[in-house]
């Protein structure tokens, strides 16, 4: 998140981004960053670089030397400048051509309070900014926590945990976590790929699987079964369809899991809201992955 120049963007246009780092660490890359343009109806009169190009032009006194020091084409340039003369009600830039200094390019006291008011209104948005992450505080928790809720994957299930245990056998390794009711997940993945996540107890991580790969059954706290996990909780929702049934079960501390099981199969079940069943999931289905 930071300011930058975009690309193919007409007459020089870019926009001014405010931007205050947070401290280096676990947050040091996030920060809140706003766009500043002045604009008049569905028109932007005036963004960040092209004050920049003013500011060149009253530095370099041409404009291909103004062109050169903000890294736009000399036609881009003009384009900007004529833009802008053209939509003020006096003139911003003046051009000479030719003559016995060889012409030049110069500001107008009309074009340096532009630059002035526009550098104080920068000032102010960058004010703001600094405020605005004081009064959230740590912006890389909102950040992780935004990401989190807009997270888009085609598993149903996304459960955040805490590695709680790591064991390594000769070709994978058996990872358990530790979900916010309490509950713990059991995954099998490769030695490879659990080198690659660098998974260890203490981390965040997230654990996805299908709701297609949820077995359900009610009376399951004693039985003996081949599947790690067993979660239990209470019916919330049932989706009846003409083939399948989409169920939903809330786990302790609000977590929702979902299942995708035959209409044949609810129906033996005699799932209704309310009751109370277990959920069988595999270890060998428990995808893992951590935030980038």
Known sequence: MSGRKIKGNPGGKRASVARRPTPRGADAAVSIAATLAMRWADRTLVGGNRIDLLEA??????????????????KTAWDAVDAMNNAAEKPIVLRAVGG?????????????????????????????????????????RLYSLLRRVTMRVSARNVFLGKVKEVRKGAVSTEVTLGMKGGETLCAVITNESARVLGLKPGIEAYAFFKASAVILGKDLHNAKVSARNLLCGT?????????????????QGGTVLTAVVTEESAKSLNLVTGDHVCALVKASGVILGLDA
Do not use: W
Not at 60 to 67: E, F, M, Q, T, Y
Not at 235 to 251: D, Y
């Open 100 to 140: 016995i200094g060889g012409g030049g390019t110069m500001l107008t006291e009309e074009g340096k309070e532009a630059v002035r008011l526009y550098r104080d209104l920068q000032g102010e948005h960058q004010r703001f900014i600094g405020r605005l992450e004081e009064r959230l505080g740590n912006v890389g």
């Open 235 to 251: 019916v919330s929702r049932i989706v009846h369809g003409p083939v399948n049934a989409e169920v939903s079960v809330s786990l």
């Open 57 to 74: 032009i009253d530095r370099c006194g041409s404009i291909s030397g103004a062109a050169r020091a903000v890294g736009i084409s000399y």
